[in-house]
């Protein structure tokens, strides 16, 4: 049966705006915004003879809200708590409100949809009322009709089963043209992120973030369309608005006219024509028009990314970012769990070369730097603080539990050990010192490349010195920018002096070339700068062994390669 859509009292406004960075990917959906302290809300469409169960579920859930709330009040009618009985009759009342219970049959019966989402439409459009209003006590009230209306929600979830509950990213809004689900916030988290991609989210856009910010990062590596620093985006949409996300020129357009949206299929299909015809490189080698090779390797994160991994053909892995298997645990994984997850990354490559990254965190993730430090992080800047090998060598029994998984890993695949954070040659030494110890208390004959991550500026300037106590160099593109430029680069408002700092970088990366070549040691390049085909030409002169990038970059960088000529810089 057709569904039909409710006519809306607020007025539709089309409006656009500028993202500081993005991923790639465009998604036409609704809006559904999830801000601090504020649970996503499955939403659903539904077939008309589901439309009496939903009203029941919300009536159901009604009334164990207000049998939660009854309960309270005994409570803290024995003790007196006059205030808070007050708050809690406020409360009650708005939960039986009928206004707000007839208006969210009415959404369930109009647009053909599951009660959670009803229900929190209605309690937005409630709250965007009384934030127009001039007296600032109904102002407020806002508040407790989002605390009254949680409390429905959550018996709704509840309800639900554990599948809702514990899947709540996982939205399938069926609407008439298979409507998909965007999430708008003020930030999320990387570990926000890779829930949502693991449910299937859509989309997600967010006001604040920079061009390389952790959670833009990790959105480019799974390929999750994304939007980070589109200031200014909360204060103009509603849940269940119409939102063009476009991840490939970083813009958003909010409520697009039906020509305007019809467009922007036509572009959607252009491009997953475009992408159809990248399948053409899929598993060729990675060489330039004239027959040079340029190995393109792969930042993994994910055991899932190896599907698509295989899918395109990737020479190896260039990074192995180590620190998401410490985040996606509940407590601090031993040597055994750890060897576990590299070897089964080792076994899946098959003899290609797997570069692991050892732990690069800090205050940036208070909760694991509190874990692995023993105490909260007092550095009013982490990127500059206390973290990778600075933080490692802090714990050193924590480093050679990796380091000694790793080893083993080793054994059955070519692993090569990345060192973060490399400042002195004092710190690459303590690291070799450690492995060697490690070898040797495992009976493992074979050594593995110990390599220094060029990321901070003092690295390249001292480069020889480093190469002397490397086996290999790998240039940290992202880190290296900002540290080269002193601009935070999850600073959305300084995103353009940011990018305008590549020529300084250039002059570092050079450095760095030339002492690995005196040294006869290889040297790569990771980060943002490797996925950008402008820069696959210079990387190719200057003699890279590899670039490693996020999976979704690697055809693209491969189509641009094939047309390229080597053409070495001397060094």
Not at 174 to 180: L, P
Not at 511 to 524: D, Y
């Amino acid at each position: 049966m057709k569904k039909t859509r409710r006519l809306e009292v607020r007025s539709v406004i089309r409006r656009e705006g500028q993202a500081v960075a993005s991923s790639s990917g465009i998604i036409i959906g609704r809006v559904q915004k999830l801000l601090h302290g504020r649970q996503p809300i499955p939403a659903r469409g539904i077939v008309s003879e589901l439309v009496e169960h939903e009203v029941t579920r919300l009536l159901d859930a009604i009334e164990a809200a207000k049998t939660d709330v009854d309960i309270e009040r005994d409570h803290l009618s024995q003790v007196g708590a006059r205030d808070s009985l007050m708050m809690l009759d406020v409360h009650r009342m708005l939960i039986i409100d009928p206004e707000l219970l007839n208006k969210a049959v009415g959404r369930i019966h109009d647009d053909c949809i599951n009660a959670e989402w009803a229900l929190r439409q209605e309690m937005d459009a409630i709250q965007t009322i009384l934030e127009q209003v001039e007296d600032e006590y109904l102002r407020n009230r806002k508040h407790d009709i989002e605390h009254a209306g949680r409390r429905i929600l959550g018996h709704l979830i509840a309800q639900a089963g554990s599948a809702d509950a514990h899947e709540a990213w996982s939205v399938d809004y069926s609407g008439d043209a298979g409507e998909q689900v965007i999430y708008v916030g003020d930030d999320f988290s990387v570990t926000d992120i890779v829930s949502m991609w693991r449910h299937g989210v859509a989309g997600v856009i967010t006001e604040q973030g920079g061009a390389d910010a952790h959670n833009i990062i990790v959105a480019r590596g799974v390929g999750l369309p994304t939007l980070v620093g589109a200031t200014g985006i909360l204060s103009h949409i509603e849940d269940g608005d119409t939102i063009i996300l476009d991840a490939e020129q970083g813009t958003w357009i909010l409520n697009p006219p039906s020509n305007e949206q019809l467009a922007y299929v036509k572009f959607i299909d252009a491009i997953a024509a475009s992408k159809k015809s990248l399948q053409a490189f899929a598993c060729k080698p990675s060489l330039s028009a004239d027959g040079h090779e340029l190995k393109l390797m792969a930042n993994i994160e994910f055991p899932e990314e190896l599907d698509v991994a295989e899918s395109i053909g990737i020479d190896g892995v260039g990074l192995y970012r180590s620190e998401f298997l410490f985040i996606n645990e509940t407590k601090m994984p031993d040597e055994e769990s750890q060897y576990k997850q590299y070897a089964a990354l080792v076994k899946r490559m098959a003899g290609k070369p797997v570069t692991m990254r050892l732990l690069d965190v800090g205050g940036d993730r208070p909760w694991l730097y509190r874990d692995l430090a023993g105490h909260h992080y007092g550095g009013a800047n982490p990127a500059m603080g206390l973290r990778g090998i600075r933080l490692l060598l802090r714990n050193k029994e924590l480093m050679k539990v990796q380091i000694s998984a790793m080893l083993r890993a080793s054994e059955h695949g070519a692993v090569q050990i990345l060192v973060p954070m490399v400042t002195a040659r004092e710190e690459m030494e303590q690291v070799r010192e450690a492995v060697e110890e490690c070898r040797k208390r495992l009976g493992i004959r074979q050594s593995v490349p110990i390599g220094a991550m060029i990321e901070v500026p003092s690295a390249a300037l001292m480069a020889e010195e480093m190469a002397s106590v490397s086996d290999f160099f790998s240039i940290g593109t992202n880190d290296l920018m900002q540290y080269t430029v002193a601009i935070d680069r999850n600073d959305e408002e300084l995103a353009s002096l940011y990018r305008a700092g590549e020529s300084a970088v250039l002059q570092l990366i050079v450095m760095a070339a030339s002492a690995a070549r005196r040294a006869a040691i290889p040297i790569s390049v990771c980060g943002e700068l490797a996925a950008k085909p402008a820069w696959t030409s210079t990387f190719l002169n200057l003699n890279m062994a590899h670039l490693s990038m996020s999976l979704n970059n690697i055809l693209p960088v491969r189509q641009f390669l094939s047309r390229e000529n080597y053409k070495p810089t001397s060094l």
